[in-house]
Antibody
Framework: EVQVLESGGGLVPPGGSLRLSCAAS????????MSWLRQAPGKGLEWVSS????????NYTDSVKGRFTISRDSSKNTLSLQMTSLRADDTAIYYC??????????WGQGTLVTVSS | EIVMTQSPGTLSVSPGERATLSCRAS??????LAWYQQKPGQAPRLLFS???TRATGIPARFSGSGSGTEFTLTISGLQSEDFAVYYC?????????FGQGTKVEIK
């Protein structure tokens, strides 16, 4: 079964840092673009970042450029999102998803990040 | 950035009836459009890619159409499990962008 499972969310003060992880299983991880998306409480979906299958190309939404870094470790089938200089408007459920070159085919259940003092 | 606009914001429909959801792009996205369904407390689920190609396991009562800037998701014979929020997403340009969602609720 194709699955992705996020971890690493939590409460962090404004200006703080957090690293999210996503464990992938059931598919050849190194063959797929992978992405992070988020959903603020009661709001819609927002694409955050994607990384190419070989890790050589990354894309970010403007609001996180320079603060977030996406990476992958194909030896461990793991996707990561390093988040720094966190702000209140980064508060959201963060989803890991298979895909992003086009569609987001498989989504994890999400991990909640709350930025608050 | 391509802005995706969905209408209506909320659609009240009785079980067994048809629901028609619209999605408009601020510029042409060709057929590079996906639809997702999200139920409360759950992750989104892919319904369609290429505007009209059903994802695996999606029932035939769901249909998608359109190209360019105008797209439609139709649910025929709504069942209880179909009451949810539906999002469209374009993948013609970066950044990938979503509509704000249409909530389909029980009338």
């Amino acid at each position: 079964e194709v699955q992705v499972l996020e971890s690493g969310g939590g409460l962090v003060p404004p200006g703080g840092s957090l690293r999210l992880s996503c464990a992938a299983s059931g598919f050849t991880f190194s063959d797929y673009v992978m992405s992070w998306l988020r959903q603020a409480p009661g709001k819609g979906l927002e694409w955050v970042s994607s990384i190419s299958a070989n890790g050589g190309t990354t894309n970010y939404t403007d609001s996180v450029k320079g603060r977030f870094t996406i990476s992958r470790d194909s030896s461990k089938n793991t996707l990561s999102l390093q988040m720094t200089s966190l702000r209140a408007d980064d508060t959201a459920i963060y989803y890991c998803a298979q895909g992003g070159a086009m569609i987001f085919a498989v989504w994890g259940q999400g991990t909640l990040v709350t930025v608050s003092s | 950035e391509i802005v995706m606009t969905q209408s209506p914001g909320t659609l009240s429909v009785s079980p067994g009836e048809r629901a028609t959801l619209s999605c408009r792009a601020s510029q042409s996205v060709a057929s590079n459009l996906a639809w997702y369904q999200q139920k409360p407390g759950q992750a989104p689920r892919l319904l369609f890619s290429g505007a009209s190609t059903r994802a695996t396991g999606i029932p035939a009562r769901f249909s998608g159409s359109g190209s360019g800037t105008e797209f439609t998701l139709t649910i025929s014979g709504l069942q209880s499990e179909d009451f949810a929020v539906y999002y469209c997403q374009q993948y013609n340009n970066w950044p990938r962008t979503f509509g704000q969602g249409t909530k389909v609720e029980i009338k």
